[in-house]
């Protein structure tokens, strides 16, 4: 494989040893140093498009984790950190430009600056917030590339309760870091919750509530004029049939859960307004 490719494989930037990995040797990086591959640092090497914090992760010889991870695995993140959060052998050399994590289980990626899933996710149960770390780690599992008794026989002993914690809450048949969190807050507060519910006529709908409130949850962004009316057909249909059906948005869930929670409270202390029926 040629250096540019290569470099694209790991990337856009990549330590002599992961390049070595994809079959280049050090006469093919001369001479690609020669036409324009950049070595920001001795062993290091780069496309001039490689982005600048990684680049910044392979010099500090760094490998990213918890969140910092999360768009290597495709995983669920409520939002980007603002420091990095890596694992280096030297705590000290990390410094106050990132957040250290320590210990790894697994070794890390062959290619790339990034610990394995496993630690990952172990380091985001001990580090993050619980929304934060809960998205991440029931995205793993929805998908099967994480089982949640591996990581809670990982967490032992008293200082790992709060992470255990959050994997009590992990479930399956959520399709966004929405259904995860708005599922979780219903259930927190003691509502039956049943996740992609199929109705006839309207289809699947992210949740219904104690057999007879619909919710349905929007992304972030606005979505089309034709989508709009076809959810408000959704809507229509689900109350013809008996059921009462609320919307709400990724500010909502993300923002204000407990506002979103009071309300659906509310609606469901005055009691279905007739028999719903699928």
């Not at 040893?17 to 280049?24: N, Q, Y």
């Not at 600056?113 to 172990?122: I, M």
């Not at 809670?152 to 259904?179: F, I, Q, T, Y």
């Amino acid at each position: 494989m040629d250096v540019t490719n290569a470099l694209a494989r790991c990337g856009g930037a990549a330590r002599r040893p992961a390049l070595a990995r994809l079959g280049v040797d050090d006469a093919a990086l001369r001479r690609a140093v020669r036409r324009g591959i950049l070595q920001p640092d001795r062993g290091l090497y780069a496309l001039p498009t490689a982005s600048p914090d990684l680049v910044a992760v392979l010099r500090n010889r760094e490998l990213l984790t918890c969140s910092s991870a999360a768009p290597y695995y495709n995983l669920w993140c409520v939002k980007p950190p603002v420091l990095r959060h890596v694992y280096h052998q030297r705590q000290a050399a990390v410094g106050d430009h990132a957040v250290h994590h320590a210990g790894l289980l697994l070794p890390p990626s062959r290619l790339r600056p990034v610990a394995a899933l496993a630690d990952v996710l172990v380091h985001a149960l001990r580090c993050l917030p619980f929304p934060e770390s809960l998205v991440m780690v029931e995205c793993a599992v929805s998908r099967g590339d994480m089982t949640v008794g591996f990581l809670r026989h990982r967490l032992p002993g008293k200082r790992n309760g709060k992470a255990r914690a959050v994997l009590d809450w992990v479930d399956r048949g959520s399709d966004s870091l929405l259904e995860t969190l708005a599922r979780t807050y219903f259930r927190q507060a003691g509502i039956s919750v049943q996740t992609q519910f199929y109705l006839a006529r309207v289809g699947y709908v992210d949740l219904l509530l104690d057999g007879w409130l619909l919710v349905e949850l929007d992304g972030r962004h606005h979505a089309e004029w034709n989508q709009v009316q076809k959810d408000h057909r959704r809507n229509n249909e689900s109350v013809v049939q008996g059921y009462t059906a609320l919307r709400y948005y990724y500010s909502d869930v993300v923002y204000h859960p407990d506002a979103m929670v009071a309300q659906v409270l509310a609606v469901l202390g005055r009691g279905p307004r007739s028999s719903a029926s699928g």
